[in-house]
């Protein structure tokens, strides 16, 4: 089974700076097959990222995603307030979805 | 719109089962797989398995194999997660989502609110 492993584990950032998330697999993934979620605290998941980079409808594009093979990153180019959040890579495989740990961006 | 609401928080004790509904509207039910994930309390997101509404074909991650069983009642565009031999540790916020596709890229894109089910004694 893919093994997704991201870092950091928690990003403390300032609002307007610049986050760089990474996301990488145990075993080669197909780029159609890795997406990236968003998720505040107290809700529901939310697709900010497909395919690696294509965004999802309504989602900025101060988000951005990139990557292949088994390196994959999502990037927040200037921090709003409501980005500060938990980020899931999640990659689909053998007719199953699998999710990395997470990363936290916060706020410094 | 696309709607996925789930049934009220559950509280069940150590061995029983539990099921939770997830209704969906807005679309057409069985042209899209729904699928179900959990998150444990202060934990990531843990996924669990699909079914195709259309045909009732099912498949489990293998961590939940043998305990989860997803159904679906097509007159009224409701799937169900059933969980039994409940623990302690299955207390958790259970998520449905639906898949969809863009050229051959799959992702979830829709979700449900959460259902929350405590396992306590």
């Known amino acids: 089974d893919i093994v997704l492993t991201q870092s950091p584990g928690t990003l403390s950032l300032s609002p307007g700076g610049r986050a760089t998330l990474s996301c990488r697999a145990s075993?080669?993934?197909?780029?159609?097959?890795l997406a990236w979620y968003q998720q505040q605290r107290g809700q529901a998941p939310r697709l900010l990222i497909y395919?690696?980079?294509s965004r999802a409808t309504g989602i900025p594009d101060r988000f951005s995603g990139s990557g292949s093979g088994t390196d994959f990153t999502l990037t927040i180019s200037r921090l709003e307030p409501e980005d500060f959040a938990v980020y899931y890579c999640?990659?689909?495989?053998?007719?199953?979805?699998?999710f990395g740990p997470g990363t936290k961006v916060d706020i410094k | 719109q696309v709607q996925l609401v789930q049934s009220g928080a559950e509280v069940k004790k150590p061995g029983a089962s539990v099921r939770v509904s997830c209704r969906a509207s807005?679309?057409?039910?069985?042209?899209?797989?729904m699928h179900w994930v959990r998150q444990a309390p202060g934990q990531g997101l843990d996924y669990m398995g699909w079914?195709?509404?259309?045909?009732?074909?099912?498949n489990y991650a293998q961590k939940f194999q043998g305990r989860v069983t997803l159904t679906r009642d097509t007159s009224i565009s409701t799937a169900y997660m059933e969980l039994s031999r409940l623990r302690s540790d299955d207390t958790a916020m259970y998520y449905c989502?639906?898949?969809?596709?863009?050229?051959?890229?799959?992702?979830?894109?829709?979700w449900g609110q959460g259902t929350l089910v405590t396992v306590s004694s």
């Open positions: 989502a639906r898949d969809s596709f863009v050229d051959t890229a799959i992702f979830l894109d829709y």
């Open positions: 807005g679309y057409t039910f069985t042209g899209y797989y």
């Open positions: 079914i195709n509404p259309n045909s009732g074909v099912t």
């Open positions: 075993q080669f993934v197909r780029s159609n097959s």
């Open positions: 395919g690696a980079s």
């Open positions: 999640q990659q689909y495989g053998s007719s199953l979805f699998t």
